[in-house]
């Protein structure tokens, strides 16, 4: 019989590499999720309903939600746009502009609501532009998709850099000599391959947005009912030692999130597969 020859392999086996990955998930993820349900625990189910659906938690899961959605939505967008440049064009500084995309991720949230405030206050740079118009920017739900859109920008161009980096430019020049128009090259060559990275990025800046605090804190006002968002609600429950209503106002957020996460995911592998087949 001949020996099995096993393949040799940089990691440990599968065994000490599957034991590590549980148990730093369960460290870093599992544990304070249930913890988080233990504490919620606490209160009564009539406790827990009438905290999770009083009127101003509803209005801040909206908020959060709302203005989420739509700062997704534009970096889908303008994403796709940057990513676009710093692919397909060379200009000087476009090495400055790369990194500049990354400055959201190494900015404190806190310096950059501040920053985002004192630019679109009325009194600002932009905002004494914009007041005269009668847009305000600062303390309203404008503002906060603001500062969503500053920090889930990266999200939507690091997912989709790496996919045009391996579009070759070939495929749109056949197009072309074929007779197809810029948009239609678009649509049938380009967009069928963008796509899932697109929707990646656009999961990842909305999950970041639902939980975002320190770059909204500042520029939403903080008014009940209008511009609080729903980790700002959390935090004050905290700071009035309230910390089952807390954790049960998170775990809804987080159940929100989870769900349409398991939305995007489900999209995603529905195109991914649609797009294989056709």
Known sequence: MAAQVREKRVLPGFRITLGYSILYLSLIVLIPLAALIVKTAGLTLPQFWHTVTSER???????????????????????????????????????????????????????????????????GWIGSLLEPLGIKV??????????????????????????????????????????????RTFRKVLLP??????????ALAFSRGIGEYGSVVFISGNMPMKTEITPLLIITKLEQFEYSQATAIALVLLVISFALLLLINTLQRWTNRRLRTG
């Open 57 to 123: 938690v509803l209005a801040s899961y909206r908020v959060s939600l709302l203005t989420s959605l739509f700062a997704a939505l534009v970096n889908v967008v303008f994403g796709l746009i940057v990513a676009w440049v710093l692919v397909r064009y060379r200009f000087p500084g476009k090495k400055i502009v790369d990194g500049l995309i990354d400055m959201p991720f190494a900015l404190p949230t806190a310096v950059a609501g501040i920053a985002l405030t004192s630019i679109y206050a009325p009194n």
């Open 138 to 183: 600062a303390y309203t739900p404008l503002g906060i998709s603001v500062a969503l859109v500053f920090i889930g920008l990266p999200f939507v161009v690091r997912t989709v850099q790496p996919v045009l980096h391996e579009l070759e430019a070939d495929m749109e020049e056949a197009a072309a000599l074929l007779g197809a128009h810029r948009w």
């Open 193 to 202: 391959e963008l796509i899932p990275p697109l929707i990646t990025g656009f």
